[in-house]
Antibody, heavy 120, light 113 residues
Framework: QITLKESGPTLVKPTQTLTLTCTFSGFSLSASAEGVGWIRQPPGKALEWLALIYWDDDKRYSPSLKSRLTITKDTSKNQVVLIMTNMYPVDTATYYC????????????WGQGTLVTVSS | DIVMTQSPDSLAVSLGERATINCKSSQSVLYSSSNENYLAWYQQKPGQPPKLLIYWASTRESGVPDRFSGSGSGTDFTLTISSLQAEDVAVYYCQQYYGTPYTFGQGTKLEIK
């Protein structure tokens, strides 16, 4: 059974850097075709894909946020980390991590999400 | 970027009636070599993460009731709920995974009439 859980600060100040961790179980990011992505959702708004990392360390980023994002994995800890620099109030959102298999397509398993508020 | 546009933005349907949600992509998400449409549908209830319902445009995820069906190809897709149940009240999103950036529709809010 695949599970994912996000962790990180609930409140960050403007201009600060956000670091979020996704801890997962039920699959290994050292196994071929496995991937973990990050998606966010501002309150009352739609979903926005941010970044994705695959088993072979292939990384993909949203072009509009690429300069602010870094995604890494720690296979031994079953964790994926997302770093977003220069946070603004518009970045206030629930941040989800989700599982994707390279060959099967969509995000099939999601974490519960973590709400991050950007405010001074 | 592939823009995903859903219609309507909101929908009210009586219990037991059919609900239809449309999704249009700004370019085709049909991968010619596999003849698969890289299109998924998700259901999101308040306070919950999205739940995968349909992928490859028409394949139901395991455990999803058969009243949910997906259809369409290329740029035009439809999610149909054949007989609306109270537990189907939610926001529904389409998503293309044809290429990055993976993009979602703006969502359709489904309510009971």
């Amino acid at each position: 059974q695949i599970t994912l859980k996000e962790s990180g600060p609930t409140l960050v100040k403007p201009t600060q850097t956000l670091t979020l961790t996704c801890t997962f179980s039920g699959f290994s990011l050292s196994a071929s075709a496995e991937g973990v992505g990050w998606i966010r959702q501002p309150p009352g708004k739609a979903l926005e894909w941010l970044a994705l990392i695959y088993w072979d360390d292939d990384k993909r980023y949203s072009p509009s946020l690429k300069s602010r994002l870094t995604i890494t994995k720690d296979t031994s800890k079953n964790q994926v980390v997302l770093i977003m620099t220069n946070m603004y109030p518009v970045d206030t959102a629930t941040y989800y991590c989700a599982h994707r298999t390279y060959t099967s397509g969509p995000f099939d398993y999601w974490g519960q999400g973590t709400l991050v508020t950007v405010s001074s | 970027d592939i823009v995903m546009t859903q219609s309507p933005d909101s929908l009210a349907v009586s219990l037991g009636e059919r609900a239809t949600i449309n999704c249009k992509s700004s370019q085709s998400v049909l991968y010619s070599s596999s003849n698969e449409n890289y299109l998924a549908w998700y259901q999101q209830k308040p306070g919950q993460p999205p739940k995968l319902l349909i992928y490859w445009a028409s394949t139901r995820e395991s455990g999803v009731p058969d009243r949910f069906s997906g259809s369409g190809s290329g740029t035009d897709f439809t999610l149909t709920i054949s007989s609306l149940q109270a537990e189907d009240v939610a926001v529904y999103y389409c998503q293309q995974y044809y290429g990055t950036p993976y993009t979602f529709g703006q969502g359709t809010k489904l309510e009971i009439k």
